[in-house]
Every structure is written in structure tokens, then in C-alpha cells.
């Protein structure tokens, strides 16, 4: 088993997602189902989470990635859609200690995100370790 299962605890702590398009919205998608407190860091964002932000459901920071934008978040998730950019986010991300998810990277990143059955008040995680996504979301 190379990723451990693990469920974090997010109520009321700090997660950055870094990028503002349809990979970042597919995250910040999960995350609103926690009570988590969402950052979005992006020189542009879509729509959808321009008004999310416009809601106070989540912050926007309308600029570019800096690392210390990590500084103080439970969890990272690097979406930007540029590999490289994604990188240095995982790099500032690890560097801290902070565990950090790149979208389609898992080299880059420490945590992989699931496929996810909600039924509050029970979430079951499918995990296939990144390599069998059509098999995890048949299940």
C-alpha cells in the first residue's frame, strides 16, 4: 500500500487552492462540503468561483502564487493547470511540511484525493493509489 487512508480534519483550518479554472472548481467543489476556510490564488478565476467568492464561501486572492501563500494552511491543493507553476507550489507546500495535492501529479504531490461516496452522515473513500480512476468511480 503506497498511500495510507487517511481523513483530515479541516473544520475551521485554512486550505489554499491554488489556480482559479475548472481543475481548481473541481476541488474547491469538494472542500465546500467541509467547513473548511478556502483561499483561491489565481490571477483569473472562472465564473463559478467568482461567484462563490462573491457568496463569502470562499476568498479570492487575484494574483499569482507566492510562497508564502502556504504559510498557515492544513491542507494545498496545487491546480493551476501549468505543470511548473504546480511544482512550485508543491515545492513551498512541502518545504513547510504542509501536505499538499497537484492535480494529475501525483509525483508532486504527498495526498491524493479519492473518489468519494457522500451519504451524510457517511463518506466513503475509494482509493486505487492514482491508477485505476474509471474502476474507482464504478465502485
Same mark, same amino acid.
Given at each position: 500500500?503506497?498511500?495510507?487512508?487517511?481523513?483530515?480534519?479541516?473544520?475551521?483550518?485554512?486550505?489554499?487552492?491554488?489556480?482559479?479554472?475548472?481543475?481548481?472548481?473541481?476541488?474547491?467543489?469538494?472542500?465546500?462540503?467541509t467547513e473548511a476556510r478556502i483561499t483561491v490564488?489565481? &490571477?483569473?478565476?472562472?465564473?463559478?468561483?467568482?461567484?462563490?467568492?462573491? !457568496? *463569502? =464561501?470562499?476568498?479570492? +486572492?487575484?494574483?499569482?502564487? %507566492?510562497?508564502?501563500?502556504?504559510?498557515?494552511?492544513?491542507l494545498v491543493y496545487a491546480a493551476t493547470g &501549468?505543470?511548473?507553476?504546480?511544482?512550485?507550489?508543491?515545492?513551498?507546500? !512541502? *518545504? =513547510?511540511?504542509?501536505? +499538499?495535492?497537484?492535480?494529475? %501529479?501525483?509525483?508532486?504531490?504527498?495526498?491524493?484525493?479519492?473518489?468519494?461516496?457522500?451519504?451524510?452522515?457517511?463518506?466513503?473513500?475509494?482509493?486505487?493509489?492514482?491508477?485505476?480512476?474509471?474502476?474507482?468511480?464504478?465502485?
Amino acid at each position: 500500500m503506497k498511500y495510507f487512508p487517511i481523513f483530515a480534519n479541516v473544520e475551521n483550518a485554512d486550505v489554499l487552492v491554488a489556480g482559479g479554472g475548472e481543475q481548481a472548481a473541481q476541488k474547491v467543489r469538494l472542500l465546500l462540503k467541509t467547513e473548511a476556510r478556502i483561499t483561491v490564488v489565481a &490571477d483569473t478565476v472562472s465564473p463559478e468561483l467568482e461567484g462563490l467568492g462573491k !457568496q *463569502g =464561501r470562499l476568498a479570492i +486572492v487575484r494574483r499569482p502564487f %507566492a510562497v508564502s501563500d502556504v504559510s498557515g494552511k492544513r491542507l494545498v491543493y496545487a491546480a493551476t493547470g &501549468d505543470r511548473l507553476l504546480d511544482a512550485a507550489v508543491s515545492h513551498a507546500a !512541502q *518545504g =513547510r511540511g504542509i501536505p +499538499v495535492n497537484v492535480v494529475d %501529479a501525483p509525483e508532486l504531490s504527498t495526498f491524493i484525493t479519492p473518489a468519494i461516496v457522500d451519504r451524510d452522515p457517511v463518506t466513503v473513500a475509494i482509493g486505487t493509489e492514482g491508477a485505476a480512476l474509471v474502476l474507482a468511480r464504478e465502485i
